[in-house]
């Protein structure tokens, strides 16, 4: 029984963090889609697949990495204020046009440029994984640095889902992202949530002691941050349908026709 609960733990965190890296994968695309806009056809897909490259060697090199570094609350530290920050910036950056306009650099430039965009979204990958991962219960097979054999494949799951999807499947992310251009706004909403936790999981390591060293294990805690989860997500993606939500559509139309 207590193998049955496991399971369904590790495999309920895997979905989440798959669908989460959909959601950044459908984002992340649209924004080099812009920055390789200006080259030749061929020449966008050599610079998108050299991006991609250099994403995948990024992202697995800092993942076994991060393996050796996981416990340390600093790292800890370090990821949540980065995880909180993305969400903060996504929600309070006034000229996101101004950063996605094409630009005319020559094609190596655009690939490093390219190079550059997949490591930072790797980095976001990663950190989130990470914060979801460190709290499973132990797995009890062998640790990988010092991290526990069960979390570290949780992590190399989702961070593949995530490269495979950058690659073949953003096209359906973005497509339900312009039905549902709310998911992007829910997407950060998460990944700060996810923040939330990492910050939680570090105020209980025992060189700080802010927090009771179990509470991020506790049940009180996986159920209050399963549940906001679930509602962040579930609200976003109706979101369209309440009926508050199509009176602002209603409201906005007059506007755009003054303009």
């Known amino acids: 029984m207590e193998m049955v609960a496991l399971l369904m733990e590790y495999g309920w965190t895997l979905l989440v963090l798959i669908a989460l890296e959909g959601l950044l994968a459908a984002d992340n695309a649209l924004v080099l889609a812009m920055m390789v806009k200006h080259l030749p056809e061929e020449k966008r897909k050599k610079a998108l697949f050299y991006g991609l490259f250099g994403a995948f060697v990024f992202r697995f090199a800092s993942l076994f990495m991060i393996s050796f570094l996981v416990d340390v609350w600093q790292v800890q530290a370090i990821g949540a204020a980065y995880l909180l920050f993305l969400c903060i910036n996504h929600f309070v950056r006034k000229q996101v046009q101004h950063r996605l306009r094409p630009s005319t650099d020559g094609f190596w430039k655009t690939v490093f440029k390219v190079e550059l965009a997949d490591i930072a979204f790797a980095v976001d990958s990663i950190l989130a994984a990470v914060a979801l991962a460190v709290v499973l219960p132990a797995s009890g097979l062998p640790t990988v640095g010092g991290m526990d054999g069960g979390h570290f494949a949780v992590i190399f799951i989702a961070g593949l889902a995530g490269i495979t999807m950058m690659r073949f499947a953003a096209h359906w992310f973005i497509r339900l992202?312009?039905?549902?251009?709310?998911?992007e706004h829910v997407s950060y909403l998460i990944v700060g949530w996810v923040g939330v936790?990492?910050?939680?999981?570090t105020l209980a390591h025992p060189a700080i002691g802010v927090l009771d060293y179990h509470f991020p294990h506790s049940l009180l805690w996986k159920a209050l941050f399963w549940g906001v989860l679930l509602t962040v997500f579930i609200g976003g993606f109706f979101w369209d349908s309440f009926p508050w939500s199509r009176g602002k559509r209603v409201e906005v139309k007059p506007q755009v026709k003054k303009l």
């Open 177 to 183: 992202l312009e039905k549902r251009p709310q998911l």
């Open 197 to 201: 936790k990492l910050l939680v999981y």
